[in-house]
Nanobody, 123 residues
């Protein structure tokens, strides 16, 4: 069993910054990709940023140049630094990780989600 716990959401004015963090715990053999998704009211959940174990990243076009994702493989954590926040960034942000719970030969992995953290950008 694995768990993702997020922290760092809140209310910020337009142009401000927030940093989200997510820690994975439980029966972890290794973690492949880690990422952040968001879901605004009435909209589908969308990918914000993703980072794989080797460090390669990809971002939604809407956040490129403003958000930075990073991870600490030793601590099983992933963070999202969000700068120049705008009202359209308002959403519930979810941490996601592809967690390998058993290595070879009985390989097993799970797609895990955090509980979500609210980010509100408003004056």
């Amino acid at each position: 069993q694995v768990q993702l716990v997020e922290s760092g959401g809140g209310l910020v004015q337009p142009g401000g910054s927030l940093r989200l963090s997510c820690a994975a715990s439980g029966s972890i053999f290794s973690i492949n990709a880690m990422g952040w998704y968001r879901q605004a009211p009435g909209k589908q959940r969308e990918l914000v940023a993703r980072i794989v174990s080797g460090g390669s990243t990809n971002y939604a076009d809407s956040v490129k140049g403003r958000f930075t994702i990073s991870r600490d493989n030793a601590k099983n954590t992933v963070s999202l630094q969000m700068n120049s926040l705008q009202p359209e960034d308002t959403a519930v942000y979810y941490c996601n990780a592809i967690i390998v719970t058993r290595g070879p030969p009985n390989y097993s992995a799970t797609n895990s989600w955090g509980q979500g953290t609210q980010v509100t950008v408003s004056s």
